[in-house]
């Protein structure tokens, strides 16, 4: 385990590129950053001119040692601080970052067991961490990626996760509109979805989901059904009730 | 260079540092919601000799019972104010334990555990909630009943509890162990060890 640094460091925007409509990428430049396990997070502290502050935590989508981080940030339509980071930030600006954070929701290199990734719309970002994990130590353990998005056009890092060098095959789901010519139509992910588009109990995987509640409550529920062992699942949610 | 404004709705004395108010309810559990049926549930207190007592639900329904308001605090920076519980106060249950061990460890179903000092859960500072604003708890809030600890970071106040082991030492519990607060004060912003 990477270890944390409890204060508070500056970190400056290095590089960003929008992912989406409504999010964008942002790699900072961390002075003192310890670098960090695929999977964890990181809070963030603006400060107004006034001295007022804002805290919230991201998901973090680069992983290992270094002091560059990317963070994937959604726009949250009634957002304090991420409408800034994805609108306002410009190269060379400062926030203030403390971790990383969480060590549970974490892929190390050293894990044995086969891996099942799903993710439900931007919770796909701690595993976009675990899939450039997975490459770049050349891991031989099965890690596959479903991933149930709205529409194509709400595909966070597309390119990245069809490279056909990839070592983590991902496997796309769409719950509003599919892309032209897709075999599939539009809808929830059912069961049967989850047991043709998953790794099945008897290859004893672990299984990390992460999305909004309502997405990790029927998705665990629905392993569960299908005969995973509940502390074979673990889960990371976002987002109210 | 951007210029942060930010929203300062959340000027209010009433919220401990590094906190933003949200109106929803957010959920946080590291592994899936078990499925209790309050037909299985039991609820126990296992002190240092040994001896554990115990309540199934229909003896802990039966335990004089409060409506508390209160406002909640997630280390993850959220916080909701004015939330409405029903439960039993852990000093109602604590009446007839006897021990000398000043710490607690809560256990779940599921395998979460959490750790307390004995003297946060007496005084009228700690329940087992089993409403949440009139209704019976949500499984995914923690239903049927959960550790109500509001004065510390909501992830004290342990979903599915189904027992508190007394400990001599202050040993952490799940996320303790991965690097949060042994103690998790919000007002002092206890949030990492």
Known sequence: MTSQAVGWLTGSLTSAHPLTAAARSTTLTVPGWPGNDAGQHVDVRLTAPDGYQAVRSYSIASAGPGEEIELAIDRLPDGEVSPFLVDDLELGDTVELRGPLGGWFVWRPEQTQPVQLIAGGSGVVPFVAMTRAHASVGSTVPMQLLYSLRTPEDAFFRDELSQPTATVRTTWHYTGAVPPGWSRSAGRLTVEDLQRETLPPEKAPLTYICGPTGFVEAVSRALISLGHAPDAIRTERFGGT | ?193
């Open chain 2, 1 to 193: 260079m951007a210029v942060f404004g930010g929203r300062r709705g959340d000027d209010n004395p009433a919220l401990p540092p590094g906190q933003h108010l949200t109106a929803s309810f957010p959920v946080l559990s590291a592994g899936p919601t078990p499925s209790i049926d309050t037909e299985d549930w039991e609820f126990f207190i296992q002190t240092e000799t040994g001896q554990t007592h115990r309540w199934n639900w229909d003896k802990f329904l039966a335990l004089p019972s409060e409506d508390i308001t209160v406002d909640i605090h997630c280390v993850t920076s959220w916080s909701k104010f004015g939330t409405r519980w029903r439960g039993v106060s852990l000093d109602t249950l604590f009446s007839e334990v006897e021990t000398g061990f000043d710490f607690v460890m809560a256990h779940s179903y599921g395998g979460y555990t959490t750790n307390l000092p004995r003297q946060e859960l007496l005084d009228g500072k700690a329940w087992i909630a089993y409403e949440y604003g009139g209704s019976e708890l949500d499984p995914e809030h923690g239903g049927p009943a959960r550790l109500l600890v509001p004065h510390l970071y909501f992830w004290k106040s342990a979903k599915w509890v189904r027992g508190l082991v007394m400990q001599s030492e202050d040993n952490p519990g799940f996320w303790e162990e991965y690097g949060y607060n042994l103690h998790g004060d919000p007002w002092r912003e206890e949030r990492y060890s």
